[in-house]
């Protein structure tokens, strides 16, 4: 079955960064587009961004141009999240998804999800 | 930015009745709205995409209906498992642009 398995909880410092995983397994991974959302604390959900497997081309929503990256490396079906320049508003639920395609059409509807990774920012 | 409302806040059901959850978009989005169900300490799960496509492995009293700016989510006969939050998403005018409602939480009466 599909599956997501995101990295550990991190606590950072304000100003710098982190790197959280979403290793892959149970369907070809480089055939879904996936995605990364974030919830803070008793908060809704906020989409931050989309990573091609393949080809690795990426696409972010505008409040977090300039300080996320997302990678991946498919000899492990692994993509990676890195957010810099952390401050506290920062701190929240980290979750990677992967998008349907509808109609041979690229989406944001997530049909499986990772456990989500904690990330704190606190000095 | 399209923005998302849901009503309402808190829907407060007994166990078997049906609970109706409504969500607005702040302009027309046709039928690019999807339906997740959250669990405390769990990811969100997708129940339907394009207004009204169940997900798979969806129950069928699960049922979402709308189109443009009003959007409904109908669970017919409400089961001890259904209690949660639930979000709607909308990506009509994805890439780059996707903002989920704030959530409604189903609750127990």
């Known amino acids: 079955q599909v599956q997501l398995v995101q990295s550990g909880a991190e606590v950072k410092k304000p100003g710098a960064s982190v790197k959280v995983s979403c290793k892959a397994s149970g369907y070809s991974f480089t055939s879904y587009y996936l995605h990364w959302v974030r919830q803070a604390p008793g908060q809704g959900l906020e989409w931050m961004g989309i990573i091609n497997p393949s080809a690795g081309s990426t696409s972010y929503a505008q409040n977090f141009q300039g300080r996320l990256t997302m990678t991946r490396d498919t000899s492990t079906s692994t993509v990676y999240m890195e957010l810099s320049s952390l401050r506290s508003e920062d701190t929240a639920v980290y979750f990677c998804?992967?998008?349907?395609?509808?109609?041979?059409?690229?989406?944001?509807?997530?049909?499986?999800w990772g456990q989500g990774t904690v990330v704190a920012v606190s000095s | 930015e399209t923005v998302m409302t849901q009503s309402p806040a808190t829907l407060s059901v007994s166990p078997g009745e049906r609970g109706t959850l409504s969500c607005r978009a702040s302009?027309?989005?046709?039928?690019?709205l999807a339906w997740y169900q959250q669990k405390p300490g769990q990811a969100p799960k997708l129940l339907i995409y394009?207004?009204?496509t169940r997900a798979t492995g969806i129950p069928a009293r699960f049922s979402g209906s709308g189109s443009g700016t009003e959007f409904t989510l109908t669970i017919s006969s409400l089961q001890s498992e259904d209690f949660a939050v639930y979000y709607c998403q909308q990506y009509n005018n994805w890439p780059p642009e996707v903002t989920f409602g704030p959530g409604t939480k189903v609750d127990i009466k």
């Open positions: 998804g992967r998008g349907l395609t509808v109609f041979g059409v690229v989406t944001p509807i997530l049909d499986s």
């Open positions: 302009q027309s989005v046709g039928s690019n």
């Open positions: 394009g207004a009204s």
